[in-house]
Structures are given as C-alpha cells and as structure tokens.
C-alpha cells in the first residue's frame, strides 16, 4: 500500500528542499569530491525538461543547486526563474569552486534581476589557506580566485541585500589542523555572511584525505564554534534583547546540535536522534534526471521514465519504499543537508534538544 498518496498523509510526504544537479561538468579536481565519478559526464536535463519536472513538482522552499560547477551552467539564471515561478522557492543556495569570479558575480546578478523577492546564498568553498586549499582542490591558484569571487559578491550584496554570501568548508585530514585559522581569516578579512563547516562525505576520490582523527575534531569544533558565534551575534545586534537572546540560541544551538549528531555518528557510530527525512521532504535528481532519496544513496528511478513527472515520481511506490528501505538501513552517514533539515523537522530537536544544548554550552559544559 502507498501511503504517500492518501491525501491526509501526503502532508507528511511534503518536498521542501530539492538537490538539483544543473550540470555534471567542473573546472575542479578536488580530491575530496564524494560526486567524481559523476563529473563531466556531458549529462544536463534541458531547459525544457526542467520546466516540465518543476511543473510537477510539489511546492518547495528551498532549491539547493548541484553539480559540478553550477556556474558552468550558463542557463542557471532562468533555471532557477524556472523554479521560482512553478514552486514559488523561498530561497536558493548555489555552491561554487569560486573558479570564475566575473562569471560568478554576473549569474549573481542575472539571478537577482530575474527573481525579485528570491533570497539568494553564494556558498564559496574554501578548504584551508591558501596552499592546503589549492591542494586538496588541487588546481593550482584556486585560493585566491576564490576569495575574488566571494569580494566581488559581497560588493554586489551592498546593492542588493538579499544576496547572502558564505563560506562553507569541507573538514578533511588535511586541513583539520588549519580551519581554524581559515575561520580567524575569514572573520578579519572577509565580510562573510557566514561560514559553515561540514565533514568530507561519501566515497571521496582520494580516500586517505577522509581519515579524521575524531579527538583532534572534537578539539576543532570546539573552537569553531565560538567564532561561528560571532556571526549570528552581528546578525542579530541592533535587535531588542528578547529577538536577539532567541536568535543567539536557535543560530548557536542549532550548530552545536549538528556538531554534535555528526561527531557522535562518525567518532562512536551512534545514531542520529531523529530520523533522516531524506525521501520525505528531501529529494535529489541527478545531471541525467536521476532521483534518488539523498546523495549518498542509489537511485530510485529515472524521471525520462515519467516524462519527467515529478509529482508522479515523488509519490510513487518506488520513493515510497526507499523510504522504508532508509528507516530499516540505519545509513552510516553525517550528511550535512540532511542532518539540518532533519533537524529543523523536528520539533523535540527544535524547542528541546537544540536550547539545552546552547545552555550547556553557555555555561561551560560538554555539549558534543
Ligand atoms: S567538490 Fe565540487 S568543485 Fe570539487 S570536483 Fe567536486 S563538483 Fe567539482
Ligand atoms: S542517513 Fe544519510 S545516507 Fe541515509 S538516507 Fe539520510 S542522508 Fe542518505
């Protein structure tokens, strides 16, 4: 029996965040990339395509956009229009190799024309300083194309402020020795919107830069999360102290939750306390029009095999029992995506676990 489609539970099986693949090519090499076997395949869904599976699509919040390069994908602007103008997104997050700095701040632009409302993040990765960083990425120069990309798109935030800009680095054996002075660089020289950490994941190209000695990660977390701290203080200062005192404990405590699932996965196998909602509210398709549940897992069918009919897709026994398959597998996974929404599902992770994590954190307390 599929239950996804009794009208009472579809609410329950809701897309809210879409992974979307614009395209399989990129610029970069990076040895800790989970996606490598899949890069420059050729593999992008038309434009056409896309208009037909986002007309299907349930409603969603967030479009998170993947790849390769998205900015590769000259075509980004109006897909993401696409989009918005069928699912009515609230907001889009488009990751970058910062490999292209002009072609980057001109989508940025394109994208903002072209979507009024829409909030939009550029997440600008960067790994370490500059020489660990061009390593791991190996493509030499990449450190500081990437740093222009995120200038150029901070100046283009002072004219349109919906525009955030972040940093999100990718926490592997060689540069755990190093984020945290990434994180004090960033902070001084970059007027980041943020800065987001999340552990290597999946199989990456190069296994040897996945080893992670858990006690050092303890020790970093620790301190990263008092700089990601200052963060959400500046965005919340000039608010009263009511607003502030909530932002400061949802902004924080909700790090601390995540630090805390993803160390406590990865460093004693434990699992994580809520369920993963990958399947239902979050989906992936592939450069090919795969879909699947999440990234790390395999596919549930082809959306070709619908002509490209997500709805028919998304609640079709096929996801329905990848959902089942999920819940009985207990995946050995610390996917950032995942644990987030998952989190921000839940409403004991929300309004129990997250602000007694961020008191034991104020008052000194082990919190991971
Ligand atoms: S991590 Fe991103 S930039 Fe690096 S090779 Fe993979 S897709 Fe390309
Ligand atoms: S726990 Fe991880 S691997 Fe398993 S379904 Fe969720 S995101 Fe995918």
Known sequence: MNLRRWPLLRQFYDLRFLIFYVTSQCNGRCR?????QGLNSGRALELEQIEKLAATTPRIRTLLIGGGEPSLRAELPQIVSIFRRHNHI?????????????RI????REILTL?????????????????THDKIRDVPGNFPRAIETIRRLVALRREQPRLSVVMNSVICAENLGELVSLAEFAWAELE??????ELIRGSPKELAVAGIEPKLLAEVYGRLIGIQERYVLRAASGQGVIRRTIR????????????????????????????????????VVEPDGTLKACE??????????????????????????EVHRIAADECDCTHVCFVQSSRDHSLFATFLQVPWLWLRYARGLAWL
């Open 32 to 36: 800790s990339c989970f996606f490598w």
């Open 90 to 102: 609230h907001d889009v997050s488009i990751p970058t190799n910062g490999l292209l700095p002009g």
């Open 105 to 108: 701040e001109a989508l940025a």
């Open 115 to 131: 979507n009024p409302g829409l909030a939009v993040s550029f997440n600008v990765s960067v790994d370490g300083l500059a020489t």
């Open 192 to 197: 980041l919107d943020g800065h987001f950490f």
């Open 248 to 283: 400061r404990i949802l902004g924080v405590g909700r790090l601390l939750w995540q630090y805390r699932t993803q160390y406590r996965r990865y460093a004693y196998g434990r699992l994580w306390a809520v369920p993963c909602l990958a399947g239902k509210t979050i989906a």
């Open 296 to 321: 790390l897992r395999g596919a549930v069918q082809n959306l070709a095999d619908t002509g490209w009919d997500m709805g028919a897709a998304w609640y079709g026994p096929e996801m329905g029992e």
